[in-house]
């Protein structure tokens, strides 16, 4: 029996700011090995790790329709599985590109730790025109073509209508480091930032690993066992069916369906573009980039690098390749014993090395 003036029974909803929030970042860069530290994290029972590339800060970044932005709730709603992991986290990879998300993560959560993970740019951003041409964000058809492309993309001329984000197609903006980590250094102090670089990472991945969970304070339990390669090179099957999938009315259809569809459902049909997505890539070795313009873009990296080795207090000799040109002539077997004729002549071969 209830008392007469007792208050209706309603269901407690936590406010937001009584929601618990994600206390790490791994923030970028792009193809610098987050994809792969994600998923190595997610299987630590300490560790929960959150849908990748949410995006949910920075709002300078002037991504498409084709890309879903979380109001808070809806970011929120996405750690929603975390129970008693210690740590909880998301992987965005334009948060470090972007100058206003290192402010936004601050307020949002000011004892928040950043992963960043860095690579030698001109491999970063030949990878990087690789991706985009992988999921259509490129359509140009070289990167020579890509990197001469850059005025008019600033002038926003040479795009089409399946760029999803026109400010990464400016590739050599996106590897300035020394800009983008200095942010975050400035703004959470250098103890709450932990710069992982993409070499030791592949070289040391176990070890490195193990630095990550230190740096997050859940070292001293079960770690992954097995290190797979996580997001290698890969190719596109049918181009045709990437730009229905790409394409922003069918893309911002199926993004704007999920304020009247429900949940489950909306989530199956997320399920269901993802594999669709996947059946439609091959692994592919990358094609290897030009010599001569491999040697241009690290002559032109070269004054950055040495300013982000200083902000790192770090040795980058290994990014450092003060280029020249040299030829040198083909040394095989099969030339070495033979008559120099019009047809035998030596090959000169073309390469880097430092001067």
Known sequence: MHAKNAPPVTSFVPSLEEVRRPDFFIIGAPKCGTTALAEYLSRHPDVFMARKEMHHFGRDLRFGSQI????????????????????????SVWYLFS?????EIKAFNPRARIIIMLREPTEMIYSLYNQFRLDGNEHLPSFEAALAAEDD???????????????????????????QVRRYFDLFGRQQVHVVLYDDFAARTAEVYREVLHFLGVEGKPTAESFPIINGSQVVKHAWLRNIMSDPLVR????ASRSWLPAPLFKALQQMESQLMQRNIIP????PMDLALRCQLQREFAPEVKRFA?????????????V???EAPATSAALQNRPTTAETKPIKLTTCSNS
């Open 153 to 179: 993309r600033l002038a926003g001329r040479l795009t089409t209508r399946h760029t999803y984000f026109p400010q990464g197609l400016i590739y050599r903006s996106v590897a300035a480091y020394t800009e």
């Open 284 to 287: 592919a070795k990358r094609p």
């Open 310 to 322: 200083e902000l790192l207090q770090r040795d980058l000799s290994s990014w450092l390749h003060e």
């Open 68 to 91: 879903y932005r979380r109001s808070e709730g809806d970011y929120l709603k996405e750690f929603a599985g975390w129970n008693s992991q210690s740590r909880a986290g998301e992987a």
């Open 252 to 255: 911002g259809t199926l993004i």
């Open 324 to 326: 020249k040109m040299n």
């Open 99 to 103: 100058a206003r998300a290192a402010a």
